[in-house]
Every structure is written in C-alpha cells, then in structure tokens.
C-alpha cells in the first residue's frame, strides 16, 4: 500500500525542476519541454551522472539491505525509474518499510501509481521540501520507527541546496536518527572538473535552479561524526561492497557512513 502526507501542490510546467530533468536524463518520459531544455544544454556526459548516481543508489540499498536495515528514507525521490528503491530493497527484505519524499506534485502522481510495496512492507510518500527537515522526520514518523536504525538516501539532492543551509538540513536529519543507522549521500563534485562544473552551473541558474557542486572536503562535511563505511567518500562508480562494477570517470563524490 502506498499512504501520503503533506499539501498537495499544482503542477507547474513553466519552470525546469531537477527531479523531470533528471527524469530526462535517464531516458524517462515524465517531463516537459522545459525540462528537456535544459538537458539538452548539459554537458554530453550528464545522463552518464545520472546513470552512475542511480546505480550508486542501487548498490548502497541493496548492502544496506544485506547488513540488516529494513527502514529507509528517501528524500528528493524523484520521478519513479525502475528499479526503484523500495523494488530493490523488498526484494531482499519483503517486510521493508520505506517513504520516500519529493516536492514537485508530479512524482506523487506517478509515486501513487507505480511506487507498490510487497504485501509483507510499506511504501509511503511525503510530499515536502528537504528544506523543511523537521516536517518530514514528523511525518515519516508515522510509517517509520525511529527507535529503531533508518537508511537516510539522498542521492543527487543536496547540491540544489546552498552550502550552510545544506549541512543544516543534513544534520537535523541525521539528528533524528537512531545509532546503527546510516547515511547514503552523492554530491557534485567542484573540483573534478572545475570548468565542466561551472558550465552546469550556470546553465541551471539561467533556468532558475541554484546549484552547489561542491569539492571532496565540503561534501565531506556533510558526514562529520559519522563513521564513513568503505571504501569511504570517492566517486560513485568506486563505491560499492562485493562485485565491482566497471571502473569509469565520474564527477560525483558519493558515501555510506554509519550513525555512532
């Protein structure tokens, strides 16, 4: 079953938003030519990003997942791309309870149709901000039980944040969060290819979207008194446990750290 929480807000298809941009890029259909404008004007290797933050995604729930954890947040969700995150885990964990956010009213619309929990678990959808972290620990509250460790995802999400506000909104989230839990995070990286970070930069900022790539030491900011599971905080196709999957370049800084 699937349950929603939050206000439910009007399409607005005037305007790009990350999640149908990223849509885009991963080969969906679920975005508007707004959305695709700006996609077009990224760099050649942007669906690349994409294709590695969501793999990263793939590999960290699925080990969170093996190691035990059946309770997961996922925040800037997203318009659903199979496999999904709750796909991923419930298949190795059926009882899995998983919610997941997102602000635009287009991935609750899809999320209602597609986002199916085994028999056995629960998915559920917030529908907020990450920029209002306290609303959306309240409301997951009532599916997840945070006395118990939580898997907290946010993939590709925090570098549409601005730099102190960021690290705020992270660690009120973390905050929440019992020991034994962990935190799944990916950033962009600032300082892989500086000029190729700036070109997106200001391609989003002429649509409007304010982004904050960021280098290896800022995103390590964000797992200060966390301990970072190996192989620690590297790019996204570097992370993983068990098989390695094929060695690429990538400009996106990604970890696994566990709450002490």
């Not at 907290?152 to 730099?163: E, G, K, N, Q």
């Amino acid at each position: 079953m699937i349950m929603t929480y939050g206000p439910k807000r009007q399409v607005d298809t005037s305007r790009p938003h990350p999640a149908r941009v990223y849509d885009w890029l991963l080969g969906g259909k679920d975005n508007y030519e707004v959305d695709r404008h700006v996609g077009r004007e990224l760099p050649a290797d942007g669906r690349d990003s994409a294709r590695q933050n969501r793999a990263f995604m793939i590999r960290a729930v699925s080990w969170l997942a093996e190691s035990g954890t059946d309770q997961f947040l996922d925040i800037g969700t997203g318009i659903p791309t199979e496999p999904n995150l709750h796909q991923v885990v419930q298949r190795i964990r059926p009882s899995a309870r998983i919610v997941y956010t997102d602000n635009d009213p287009i991935v609750l619309r899809h999320a209602e149709a597609l986002l199916v929990s085994t028999p056995e678990g629960t998915t559920d959808y917030v529908e907020a901000d990450v920029r209002d972290p306290e609303y959306i620990i309240e409301h997951a509250g009532r599916s997840l039980d945070f006395g118990r460790p939580i898997a907290l995802s946010l993939i590709a999400l925090m570098h549409f944040v601005p730099d102190e506000e960021a690290y705020g909104i992270v660690r009120t989230l973390v905050d929440a969060l019992p020991s034994g839990s962990h935190l799944a995070l990916s950033n962009a990286s600032s300082d892989l290819r500086p000029e190729r970070a700036a070109r997106i930069t200001a391609q989003y900022a002429q649509a409007g979207i304010e982004l904050a790539f960021r280098t290896r030491d800022g995103v390590a900011r964000f797992f200060e008194g966390l301990d970072l599971v190996e192989p620690g905080l590297v790019t996204a196709p570097r992370w993983y446990r068990g098989a390695a999957p094929e060695r690429e370049d990538s400009t996106i800084y990604a970890a696994v750290a566990r709450v002490p």
